[in-house]
């Protein structure tokens, strides 16, 4: 699967169907409302799986699962984005889930990493550490890199698949 930037900066769709799914808890709400107006303006697919208001006393397990479990049962044609305070309650829980590889990007170049390294399938963004801005260049990077084709990283694929089929017995 494979999507790339064209000239305006937007995200296109290269050779298949991909849905993005959103999940914030109240540390991420705003950012991800912003999100939602940036997918809705070049025509991505997207599914908000929540908060659908801001709330103070929601819990990050709660929309990690969501987005985790979506993603989890078609890992091939979804990506997932999570946003909270930091971004680490969001990771930890997402990589509970068997085919997660969830990655927490507060850069560009982690989240090029993240996709070209690992095929990470989500992506987590700290609201608490990332402007709009930056947030939009680093979804478009994420969205944009292609995992790599490199025997070394497909080796270490591999070997993760290996140890979740163990954990996980299916």
């Known amino acids: 699967m ?11 769709k290269a050779s298949s169907y991909f849905m993005i799914y959103l999940g914030a808890d109240h540390r991420g709400f705003y950012l991800k409302e912003r999100l939602k107006e940036y997918l809705q303006a070049i025509h991505q697919d ?18 990690a699962r969501l987005v985790a479990q ?15 305070g930091s971004g680490q309650g969001m990771n930890i829980v997402a990589n509970k889930y068997p085919k997660i590889r969830s990655a927490l990007c507060l850069s560009r170049w982690m989240a090029q990493q993240a996709r070209r390294d690992d095929d990470a399938n989500i992506l987590v963004l700290a609201a ?33 698949a290996l140890l979740e089929k163990k954990l996980f017995k299916y």
């Open 70 to 84: 979506k993603i989890s049962r078609r890992p091939k044609n979804n990506f997932g984005i999570l946003i909270c």
């Open 2 to 12: 494979g999507v790339c930037l064209d000239l305006s900066g937007t995200i296109k």
């Open 46 to 63: 997207f599914e908000d799986l929540g908060n659908f208001v801001y709330d103070v006393q929601d819990d990050y397990p709660d929309f």
């Open 128 to 160: 608490d550490f990332t402007d709009t801005q930056t947030a939009f260049s680093i979804i478009k990077t994420f969205l944009n890199t292609k995992a790599s084709q490199q025997m070394r990283f497909k080796r270490r694929l591999k070997k993760i």
